[in-house]
């Protein structure tokens, strides 16, 4: 089955250690995005590709950073996690719809929940 | 991005109809309703959407009202599998290939 894939599920870094989480698709969307999830929150955009065009909301930190070396993966890095950066990381895709489309479905991985020592 | 409101919570009983409302009131005209749901430990996945006329897929339906100002999501028979957290989002088809999501409903179904 085609789908999006996020390795690993879990991960645990130290205050202030790189650390960096993966994603691939099998679906060959052009449209990849990454979303930080709180607890009890929801969903938050960070950033997201059209292609290798890279997009950054407004409120990302510096501390995110996204790499996506080729249509079916990208890797979201965080360069100094502190505790506030805990949290469920979700990564999607959905195809470049053309303007004025209706619909926009975004298929999502599994998320990594990271923990933040 | 136009808002929505939704309840914090609903509950419901295995095998019963669930109405999961939504307002908007300040919805456009180029603002289509997106409901996405996310299972526990799971991402959230593309429920159903529409701009002014009722749909219904092998989901769910969802009821629109004639102002645009409020949406319906209608499970049908609620499972055990249907508990989850449903997002009410609308998309502007003028904003590319965006999604911000709200608060949503956590749907607790009791067998």
């Known amino acids: 089955d085609a789908m999006v894939i996020q390795n690993p599920r879990y991960q645990v870094t130290q205050f202030g250690k790189p650390v960096t989480l993966s994603c691939s698709q099998t679906?060959?969307?052009?449209?990849m995005y990454w979303y930080q999830q709180k607890s009890s929150q929801a969903p938050k955009l960070l950033f997201h590709?059209?292609?290798?065009?890279?997009?950054n909301e407004a409120d990302t930190p510096d501390n995110f950073q996204s790499r996506r070396p080729n249509t079916s993966f990208c890797f979201l890095d965080i360069r100094s996690p502190g505790l506030g950066d805990a949290a469920m990381y979700l990564c999607?895709?959905?195809?470049?719809?053309?303007?004025?489309?209706?619909?926009?479905?975004?298929?999502f991985g599994p998320g990594t929940r990271l923990t933040v020592t | 991005d136009a808002k929505t409101t939704q309840p914090n919570s609903m509950e419901s009983n295995e095998e019963e109809p669930v109405h999961l409302p939504c307002n908007h009131s300040?919805?456009?005209?180029?603002?289509?309703i997106h409901w996405y749901r996310q299972l526990p430990s799971q991402g959230p996945e593309y429920v159903i959407h529409?701009?002014?006329s009722n749909v219904n897929n092998r989901m769910a339906s969802l009821a629109i009202a004639e102002d645009r100002k409020s949406s319906t999501l209608i499970l049908h028979r609620a499972t055990l599998r249907d508990a989850a957290v449903y997002y009410c989002?609308?998309?502007?088809?003028?904003?590319?290939?965006?999604?911000?999501f709200g608060g949503g409903t956590r749907l607790m179904v009791k067998p």
């Open positions: 999607a895709t959905s195809r470049d719809i053309p303007y004025g489309t209706g619909i926009l479905e975004q298929y």
């Open positions: 679906l060959n969307h052009n449209v």
């Open positions: 590709y059209y292609d290798k065009d890279f997009n």
């Open positions: 300040t919805i456009s005209g180029t603002d289509y």
């Open positions: 529409g701009l002014t």
């Open positions: 989002i609308l998309r502007d088809v003028r904003a590319g290939n965006m999604l911000t």
